[in-house]
């Protein structure tokens, strides 16, 4: 309602006193101005104040020059509120733009639709098929060529001289630390080649000069260095990922290479070599054509998806019996040696391998280089033979006191 200023109300006396009984004089209507039209809230709010309003009643009418102030109802009257749109509003509208703008595939409904509704290696209906890349398989025997020549050069290394077979081991060890680091390199993580190759030429002069003792202390002194030259290093970021990376190259390659070396030096090491050597390479070869002609169940599908348990069992027992053929005739006699060597090198090689197979798949490729035809790189090689010559030095070192 529209309330004018107020004044107080008269003494009775003088309500009777003035003329026409009312407080204020009523408000004469100008004849010739047209009232504005009201609707239904402002005929509520404002009542319609005529000159032959009865006296008395209120609130009355205004003197002439006194101005209207507004009420508490011009809020709701002359300012309507505005309100905000339908908070749902936006979630029902877009989904109808998601459809309008979303272009339409062919694709036959199906109880995955929910999670995957487009299978992107499906060729869609309709389309032409692209022409899918052949993947080229190893040469089976350009492999194995190459492979019979690597081992009859490191053999004849370890039957001419120790120091020979010593520089032998080493350097296949440096291309190895080399290709793993590149590896490494394609997923940001960084192995400083300065303090790892020279922990790897360390190991194996603490190898020669004070064998096991020594190979362990060069390790634990290797371990410290490359975290030590973190602090020369320009690279500060993540110190504690890339050493820990650089221990394990240590461990995993020099640490365990420097096994062999061991077995080179002890009496008749030669021919211990030549033991290790024929257990791992007829178990690698034989377990690959076994797998091919017999294989079905998958050992690690995993991990390596074409290595099945019939090639595994089959390269064991070649393995095995190599083994014992070689220690029969080169330890006079005492084939069990050869047997138990050959035991523990199979399954060495094997867990070795698969190791191998888990670190390339995490860090995405299929050989750590093309350094050697038929095989990959230096550390493809070295994969199986590397925890099966310290398994094998173990062996020994009970059967024939070769420590």
């Given at each position: 309602?529209?309330?004018?200023r ?5 003494e ?20 010739d101005r ?5 609707d ?7 009542p ?13 009418g205004?003197?002439?020059?006194e ?17 905000s ?7 029902q ?32 209906s309709?389309?032409?098929p ?5 993947r ?11 492979g ?39 997923l ?6 300065p ?12 190898t020669?000069?004070?064998r ?39 461990t ?8 062999m070396?061991?077995?080179e ?7 211990l070599v030549?033991?290790?050597f ?13 797998g ?6 998958p ?7 074409k ?7 089959g390269?064991a027992?070649f393995?095995?019996?190599?083994a014992?053929?070689f220690?029969?005739?080169l330890?006079?006699g005492?084939?069990w ?10 399954v ?7 190791a ?5 798949r ?11 035809p038929?095989?990959?790189?230096f550390?493809?090689r ?9 398994a094998?030095?173990v ?7 070769t420590?």
């Open positions: 309602m529209r309330w004018g107020r004044r107080e109300a008269p009775a006396s003088e309500a009777d006193a003035t003329p026409g009984g009312g407080v204020f004089a009523p408000v004469t209507q100008v004849p047209a009232a504005p039209e009201l239904g809230t402002d005929a509520l709010a404002r319609s104040v005529t000159a032959d309003a009865a006296p008395g009643l209120w609130p009355p205004l003197s002439t020059g101005i209207e102030l507004p009420g508490p109802a011009d809020a709701a009257s002359e300012h309507p509120v505005e309100t749109p339908e908070p749902r509003a936006v979630e509208i877009s989904p109808a733009v998601a459809d309008a703008v979303a272009p339409s595939l062919p694709h036959d409904a199906g109880e995955d639709d929910a999670v995957d509704p487009v299978d992107l290696a499906v060729p869609l309709g389309t032409v692209t022409a899918t890349p052949r080229g398989g190893r040469n089976l025997w350009l492999a194995s060529v190459v019979t020549l690597l081992a009859l050069g490191a053999l004849v290394a370890a039957w001419w001289d120790p120091l020979a077979f010593a520089v032998t081991i080493y350097a296949f060890c440096i291309a190895a630390v080399i290709e793993w680091r590149n590896a490494l390199a394609r940001g993580m960084h192995v400083s080649l303090p790892v190759l020279l922990a790897t030429v360390g190991m194996g002069v603490a020669w000069f004070g096991g003792e020594g190979l362990v202390v060069a390790l634990l002194v290797a371990s410290a260095g490359v975290l030590a030259w973190r602090i020369v290093d320009d690279r500060i970021e993540n110190t504690l990922a890339d050493s820990l990376v650089a221990i394990l190259t240590l995993w390659i020099p640490f365990l290479a420097s096994f070396l061991l077995m030096l002890s009496r008749d090491g030669w021919k030549l033991i290790v024929a257990a791992v390479a007829l178990s690698d070869t034989l377990a690959l054509f076994t091919i002609l017999f294989g079905r169940r050992l690690a599908p995993r991990v390596s998806p290595k099945t348990w019939e090639g595994a069992i390269g027992v393995g095995i019996a190599g014992a053929g220690a029969y005739a330890l006079d005492r084939w040696v050869g047997a138990a060597v050959g035991a523990v090198c199979v060495a090689a094997v867990l070795g391998d698969l191998e197979s888990a670190l390339k995490d860090i995405h490729v299929k050989d750590m280089s093309s350094a050697i038929g095989h990959g790189g550390l493809d070295l994969d199986s033979m590397l925890p099966a010559g310290a094998a030095y062996v020994f070192a009970l059967l024939l006191d420590l």
